[in-house]
């Protein structure tokens, strides 16, 4: 059995009837995510953190890995949650968050959607290349991890990011993009203005296709791995209090 990192472990809290689903992104691990979850925690809700496939350990692990292991993974650690609390939400950062959309049309259920920076529309143009370096046998490019504004603020991912299961991720993203639509829980929506890894205008993308409310906060001072920059506080504490509102009006 392959170690976790520290820090990487998936983590689950025992609290109140209202639950949050925390997913962290694509080729990071839960300690990305850890201090919303462990906001969320605080104010007296229960939280489910799992860590997604081949991640969290070595970049091996993900190698041979897809959109439905995470997606199983998502599902799995939703019903564990529902199965302790009466009202769920999801929330998540980048790939994170696209599965919390993903998850959002397949269980009409839960109660609201928490978004920071997600990964929800890869560009024509950019599945395309990726697509071209895995038929050409290419494995790995330069990692996307640690793009934080905060200085000393270093992401726990890996150094590379593998072509096969990105590729994954931007053909199943591509495919849900129709089903955006469907949507209909409040949605809370954190966006980088300044972000080097998703455009900013995946937010805009999302925002124009839900059904449901929503509502927009800029990260004016972070770039993509807010949940660890300069706007964690602003985004822990709009986090809780959309949880707490939602809940409260359902």
Known sequence: MVDVLPGAEAWSHEG??????????????????RGLAEAIAAAGHSVEMPRLPGHGTTIDDLLDKTRDDWSAEAESALARLAERTEQQFVAGLSMGGSLCCW???????????????????????????????????????????????????????YADTPLAPLLSMFEAS???????????????????????????????????????????VSCERSYHVATQDNDTELIFSRSVEFVERVAAGS
């Open 174 to 216: 591509a495919e849900f993009g129709s089903e955006l639509g469907r949507i209909e829980q409040p949605l809370l929506l954190f966006t980088s203005p300044e972000d080097h890894v998703v455009p900013a205008t995946d937010s805009d993308m999302l925002a124009a296709a839900v059904s449901g409310p929503v509502e927009r």
């Open 16 to 33: 109140g009837p209202v639950g949050v689903l925390v997913l962290h992104g694509f080729t990071g691990n839960p300690s990305s995510v």
């Open 103 to 157: 998850l959002a049309v397949r269980h009409p259920e839960l109660a609201g959607v928490i978004c920071v920076n997600p990964a929800v529309v890869p560009s024509d143009d950019m599945r395309a290349l990726v697509a071209q370096m895995v038929e050409a046998g290419e494995q790995v490019i330069p990692g996307i991890g640690s793009d934080i504004a905060a200085e000393g603020v270093v992401e726990s991912a």
